[in-house]
Protein backbone atom coordinates (compact mmCIF):
# COMPACT_ATOMS: atom_id res chain seq x y z
CA UNK A 1 0.00 0.00 0.00
CA UNK A 2 3.26 2.50 0.90
CA UNK A 3 4.42 1.62 -2.79
CA UNK A 4 1.32 2.26 -4.18
CA UNK A 5 0.71 5.86 -2.85
CA UNK A 6 4.01 6.93 -3.47
CA UNK A 7 4.01 5.02 -6.85
CA UNK A 8 0.58 6.46 -8.63
CA UNK A 9 0.06 9.99 -9.94
CA UNK A 10 -2.42 12.44 -10.74
CA UNK A 11 -4.83 11.55 -13.91
CA UNK A 12 -4.02 6.98 -12.29
CA UNK A 13 -6.83 5.08 -11.21
CA UNK A 14 -6.38 2.66 -8.51
CA UNK A 15 -8.60 -0.71 -9.03
CA UNK A 16 -9.07 -2.83 -5.93
CA UNK A 17 -11.37 -5.72 -5.36
CA UNK A 18 -12.79 -4.79 -2.62
CA UNK A 19 -12.91 -1.31 -0.57
CA UNK A 20 -12.31 -2.72 2.53
CA UNK A 21 -8.94 -4.01 0.80
CA UNK A 22 -8.09 0.30 1.19
CA UNK A 23 -7.16 0.10 5.03
CA UNK A 24 -7.57 -1.87 8.48
CA UNK A 25 -10.29 0.00 9.66
CA UNK A 26 -12.96 2.82 8.42
CA UNK A 27 -11.19 5.39 9.16
CA UNK A 28 -8.21 4.16 7.31
CA UNK A 29 -10.06 3.64 4.44
CA UNK A 30 -11.72 7.12 4.06
CA UNK A 31 -8.31 8.81 4.72
CA UNK A 32 -6.94 6.78 2.04
CA UNK A 33 -9.46 7.13 -0.10
CA UNK A 34 -9.45 10.82 0.13
CA UNK A 35 -5.84 11.35 0.19
CA UNK A 36 -6.01 9.66 -3.46
CA UNK A 37 -8.97 11.68 -4.29
CA UNK A 38 -7.13 15.17 -3.29
CA UNK A 39 -4.11 13.94 -5.38
CA UNK A 40 -6.19 13.58 -8.46
CA UNK A 41 -6.40 9.78 -8.01
CA UNK A 42 -9.51 7.61 -9.09
CA UNK A 43 -10.57 4.78 -7.13
CA UNK A 44 -12.88 2.28 -8.75
CA UNK A 45 -13.94 -1.19 -6.91
CA UNK A 46 -14.50 -4.35 -8.98
CA UNK A 47 -16.70 -5.96 -6.73
CA UNK A 48 -18.74 -3.45 -4.93
CA UNK A 49 -18.95 -1.45 -7.88
CA UNK A 50 -18.16 2.06 -6.36
CA UNK A 51 -17.33 5.36 -8.08
CA UNK A 52 -15.71 7.84 -5.14
CA UNK A 53 -15.76 10.34 -7.53
CA UNK A 54 -19.98 11.08 -7.01
CA UNK A 55 -22.15 11.75 -3.87
CA UNK A 56 -23.83 8.12 -3.92
CA UNK A 57 -20.33 6.17 -4.30
CA UNK A 58 -19.29 8.18 -1.23
CA UNK A 59 -22.36 7.53 0.60
CA UNK A 60 -21.69 3.62 -0.58
CA UNK A 61 -17.94 3.84 1.01
CA UNK A 62 -18.97 4.80 3.70
CA UNK A 63 -21.50 2.17 4.47
CA UNK A 64 -19.56 -0.49 2.90
CA UNK A 65 -16.29 0.52 5.17
CA UNK A 66 -18.80 0.69 7.76
CA UNK A 67 -20.15 -2.83 7.01
CA UNK A 68 -16.49 -4.19 6.49
CA UNK A 69 -14.93 -2.97 10.09
CA UNK A 70 -18.05 -4.34 11.60
CA UNK A 71 -17.43 -7.82 9.94
CA UNK A 72 -13.82 -7.47 11.05
CA UNK A 73 -14.61 -7.06 14.71
CA UNK A 74 -16.70 -10.23 14.25
CA UNK A 75 -14.14 -12.00 13.40
CA UNK A 76 -12.10 -11.51 16.18
CA UNK A 77 -14.53 -12.07 18.54
CA UNK A 78 -15.43 -15.46 17.30
CA UNK A 79 -11.80 -16.06 17.40
CA UNK A 80 -10.77 -15.04 20.53
CA UNK A 81 -13.82 -16.98 21.43
CA UNK A 82 -12.91 -19.65 20.35
CA UNK A 83 -9.59 -19.85 21.73
CA UNK A 84 -10.90 -19.04 24.99
CA UNK A 85 -13.42 -22.23 24.70
CA UNK A 86 -10.59 -24.25 23.27
CA UNK A 87 -8.19 -23.09 26.35
CA UNK A 88 -11.00 -24.35 29.03
CA UNK A 89 -11.42 -27.75 26.84
CA UNK A 90 -7.60 -28.38 27.95
CA UNK A 91 -5.96 -27.23 24.39
CA UNK A 92 -2.32 -25.81 24.99
CA UNK A 93 -1.57 -23.26 22.41
CA UNK A 94 2.39 -22.34 21.33
CA UNK A 95 5.31 -24.55 20.73
CA UNK A 96 5.36 -28.35 22.02
CA UNK A 97 7.69 -28.73 25.29
CA UNK A 98 10.90 -29.92 24.84
CA UNK A 99 11.52 -33.25 26.31
CA UNK A 100 13.98 -32.42 29.15
CA UNK A 101 16.00 -35.35 29.17
CA UNK A 102 16.77 -34.13 25.24
CA UNK A 103 17.67 -31.15 26.33
CA UNK A 104 20.10 -32.32 29.11
CA UNK A 105 21.58 -34.82 26.13
CA UNK A 106 21.88 -32.41 23.85
CA UNK A 107 23.67 -29.88 26.88
CA UNK A 108 25.80 -32.34 27.21
CA UNK A 109 27.21 -32.72 24.00
CA UNK A 110 27.22 -29.05 23.33
CA UNK A 111 29.50 -28.91 26.55
CA UNK A 112 31.77 -31.51 25.52
CA UNK A 113 31.83 -29.45 22.27
CA UNK A 114 32.86 -25.98 23.89
CA UNK A 115 35.29 -28.23 25.93
CA UNK A 116 36.68 -29.69 23.13
CA UNK A 117 37.54 -25.95 21.58
CA UNK A 118 34.25 -25.51 19.12
CA UNK A 119 32.56 -22.06 19.32
CA UNK A 120 29.44 -21.91 20.75
CA UNK A 121 27.99 -21.33 17.09
CA UNK A 122 29.45 -24.78 16.15
CA UNK A 123 28.43 -26.71 19.03
CA UNK A 124 24.76 -25.02 18.94
CA UNK A 125 24.91 -26.42 14.87
CA UNK A 126 26.00 -29.79 16.74
CA UNK A 127 22.64 -30.28 18.07
CA UNK A 128 20.59 -28.33 15.60
CA UNK A 129 20.17 -25.26 17.64
CA UNK A 130 20.85 -21.95 16.99
CA UNK A 131 23.49 -20.29 19.55
CA UNK A 132 20.47 -18.30 21.30
CA UNK A 133 19.00 -21.28 21.96
CA UNK A 134 22.15 -23.06 23.42
CA UNK A 135 22.65 -19.98 25.66
CA UNK A 136 19.13 -19.97 26.78
CA UNK A 137 18.69 -23.76 27.42
CA UNK A 138 22.15 -22.78 29.26
CA UNK A 139 21.12 -20.12 31.37
CA UNK A 140 17.76 -22.49 32.65
CA UNK A 141 20.05 -25.45 33.13
CA UNK A 142 21.69 -23.20 35.53
CA UNK A 143 18.54 -21.72 37.48
CA UNK A 144 17.81 -25.27 38.23
Known amino acids: MKRLLE ?3 EGDTVVVWRVDRLG ?7 NTVKLLRERGIHVRSISDGIDPATSTGRLMLNMLATLA ?28 SSDPL ?22 ARLV ?4 ATLYRH ?3 AARS
Open 7 to 9: YAD
Open 24 to 30: RSLIDVL
Open 69 to 96: EYERELIVERVNAGIAAARQNGTRFGRP
Open 102 to 123: VIADKLAIARDARANGRTAVDA
Open 128 to 131: GWSR
Open 138 to 140: QQA
